[in-house]
């Protein structure tokens, strides 16, 4: 019953530090999603994939990569983290597009 | 362009009292609506959706919402609520348009008073 996992949970970085935040879904989705939440924004869509292979920009990509390693593995890279970086971060999966979407339980990252 | 209001930024009510939390959306074509529910420290849960037929979708927990075409809303109803229910709560509106963006408002947090 696993479902959508991330790591790490909590994470600080100074500026210009480099990360890689981790996401794995044990339901077979063929659709993976990064969202950042910040207060009073609700959820923007980071990147997507919607299946294993491709990955798309969403709303606000700039200043982050992703790799869609296989088909249960999402992961998100901060190259050079910047103090607006500064979010709780989801992953989330889907059977098919649109559809429901299973998020993990977040990853609070400061940037300082 | 898709958007999603949500125009109660937090509701308190009591508890056993109804609760309604409002949501309106923009969209160009049939939408797919979400209620979504976030609780402390934690990701969100899928309360209930629409994707086609009756309007009157019954959710878990004890939620419902209507879709009212005519008036872009979704909107959520509980009719007693439970100090449990004190969370966030996100609508998100989304579509069988070739793309993957889901839009979600930006939350309505319930406070539950004894």
């Known amino acids: 019953n696993a479902g959508v996992t991330q790591t790490p949970k909590f994470q600080v970085l100074k500026t210009g530090q480099s990360m890689t935040l981790q996401c794995a879904q044990d339901m077979n989705h063929n659709s993976m999603y990064w969202y950042r939440q910040d207060p009073g924004m609700g959820l923007r869509l980071i990147y997507y994939?919607?299946?294993?292979?491709?990955?798309d920009k969403g709303e606000v990509p700039n200043g982050y990569n992703v790799s869609r390693l296989n088909k249960r593995e999402f992961s998100l890279r901060l190259e050079s983290a910047a103090p607006s970086q500064t979010s709780v971060y989801f992953c989330?999966?889907?059977?098919?597009?649109?559809?429901?979407?299973?998020f993990g339980q977040g990853t609070r990252l400061t940037v300082v | 362009a898709q958007s999603v209001t949500q125009p109660d930024i937090h509701i308190t009510v009591s508890e056993g009292a109804s609760l309604e939390l409002r949501c309106n959306y923009s969209?160009?074509?049939?939408?797919?609506l979400f209620w979504y529910v976030q609780s402390p420290g934690q990701g969100l849960q899928l309360l209930l959706k629409y994707f086609s037929g009756d309007t009157l979708v019954q959710g878990i927990k004890g939620f419902e919402a209507e879709f009212k075409r005519s008036q872009s809303s979704f909107n959520l109803r509980k009719p007693s609520v439970h100090w449990s229910d004190a969370a966030e709560y996100f609508c998100?509106?989304?579509?069988?348009?070739?793309?993957?963006?889901?839009?979600f408002g930006a939350g309505t947090r319930l406070f539950v008073k004894a």
């Open positions: 969209y160009g074509a049939t939408p797919y």
């Open positions: 998100a509106v989304g579509g069988d348009t070739g793309g993957f963006k889901t839009i």
């Open positions: 994939s919607a299946s294993e292979g491709t990955t």
């Open positions: 989330a999966s889907s059977a098919v597009r649109q559809v429901e979407a299973f």
